[in-house]
């Protein structure tokens, strides 16, 4: 499978998997939650941009609708959170409002 299709077979793979353990199948109770933080993420900066160190925290901040469960839509945005975060980190950019250095335009990538 192309690398794209695997990103995105996993995402929905991964969300299932811990939605289905308990309560309602499509959706990540705070237990859950805690789980796919705990076993999916490893990098101690990944799991700091969300709060998995405090499920109470993570959850306010994933939780947008504020019914108590992550949906996959959530989720998506939290995978999108993480891939920003780290597309930072790797290329040093995105993160403050650029101050762009003077008058170099030149076009570097
Ligand atoms: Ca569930
Ligand atoms: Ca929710």
New binding site residues.
Partial sequence: MARLEQVITNIVDIFLDY???????H???KD?LKKVLEQEIQSPELKDKINAGDIEEAMEMLDKNHDGEVNFREFCRCVSVLAKSYYQKKTGRGGKKGKGKEQGDEPED
Avoid at 19 to 25: L, S, T, V, Y
Wanted: hydrophobic fraction near 20%.
């Fill in positions: 939605a289905e353990d308990e309560g309602k199948k959706k990540l109770n859950e």
